[in-house]
C-alpha cells in the first residue's frame, strides 16, 4: 500500500543527545515535511523541502536539521540545541509544493526526553 | 498573517445527534480549505477538502461549505457516532516562502460521543 512511513513511534533521549527520526513515503511525491504537534495546540512546521537536494527552514526550525538526499526520504534529527524536544512528530508529503495540493501525514513519532 | 480559528472544544454528544464545528479563517487571495481528523495517538487522516469558494467538500457523512462572504468552512454531521470520537482540525493551504504549500492549522476541537 502506498503511504507515509515513520520510525520508530516511541522514542527517548537523554539530555544532550541527538535523535533522529525517519519519514519514508512511496507515493512518488516531491514535497514533504515535519510537522510539531504539542498538546492542545495546532501543528507548527519545523521544516520543508520541495524537491530532492533542497529543503528550507519553516516556523520553527531552530534545534532540528534534515536532509533530502533521496526522493522517498526526509529524516529529522533532533539536536540537543532544541530545549523543549518532547512532542509529537509528523511527517507529511504532497504530490508537489503547489498550494492547495493536499498534504497526506504519516502516523507520528512520539519523542520523550528523559 | 493568516489563521485559522475554530471553536474550543471538547464537545461531547451522545450518538446519533447532530455536529457542527465552527472554524473560521483569515487570509490573503484565496485559500483551499481543508477538515483532518486525529483518532488517539495517530496521524491526522484528511477528511474532506474545498478548494474554491460554494464548493462543499464531503466523505464519510461529513460535510463542510467553502463560504467567502462568511470566511467560514464549518463541518457538519447528521448523525454522530462513537467511532467519529476524535480531534478535528481546521486548516488552510497557504503559499510560503513565495511558492511553497503551507498548512496553516487550528487547534483543534476534541469531540467525544456518548452512546
Known amino acids: 500500500d502506498g503511504g507515509i512511513t515513520q520510525s520508530p513511534k516511541y522514542l527517548f533521549r537523554k539530555e544532550g543527545q541527538n535523535v533522529t527520526l525517519s519519514c519514508e513515503q512511496n507515493?512518488?511525491?516531491?514535497?514533504m515535511y515535519w510537522y510539531r504537534q504539542d498538546p492542545g495546540q495546532g501543528l507548527r512546521l519545523i521544516y520543508y523541502s520541495q524537491i530532492v537536494n533542497d529543503f528550507q527552514k519553516g516556523d520553527i526550525a531552530e534545534g532540528y536539521s534534515v536532509s533530502r538526499e533521496k526522493k522517498e526520504s526526509f529524516p529529522l534529527t533532533v539536536t540537543s540545541a532544541q530545549k523543549n524536544p518532547t512532542a509529537f512528530y509528523l511527517c507529511?508529503?504532497?504530490?508537489?509544493?503547489?498550494?492547495?495540493?493536499?498534504?497526506?501525514f504519516g502516523e507520528g513519532s512520539w519523542l520523550t526526553v528523559v | 498573517g493568516d489563521s485559522v480559528t475554530q471553536m474550543e472544544g471538547p464537545v461531547t454528544l451522545s450518538e446519533e445527534a447532530f455536529l457542527t464545528i465552527n472554524c473560521t479563517y483569515t487570509?490573503?487571495?484565496?485559500?483551499?480549505l481543508f477538515w483532518y481528523v486525529q483518532y488517539p495517538g495517530e496521524g491526522l487522516q484528511l477528511l474532506l477538502k474545498?478548494?474554491?469558494?460554494?464548493d462543499k467538500g464531503s466523505n464519510k457523512g461529513f460535510e463542510a461549505t467553502y463560504r467567502k462572504e462568511t470566511t467560514s468552512f464549518h463541518l457538519e454531521k447528521g448523525s454522530v457516532q462513537v467511532s467519529d470520537s476524535a480531534v478535528y482540525f481546521c486548516a488552510l493551504s497557504a503559499r510560503y516562502g513565495g511558492a511553497t504549500n503551507k498548512l496553516i492549522f487550528g487547534t483543534g476541537t476534541l469531540l467525544a460521543v456518548q452512546p
Open positions: 474545498a478548494t474554491k469558494a460554494d
Open positions: 507515493l512518488n511525491h516531491d514535497a
Open positions: 487570509a490573503t487571495g484565496y485559500p483551499s
Open positions: 507529511a508529503s504532497s504530490i508537489s509544493g503547489d498550494p492547495g495540493n493536499t498534504i497526506y
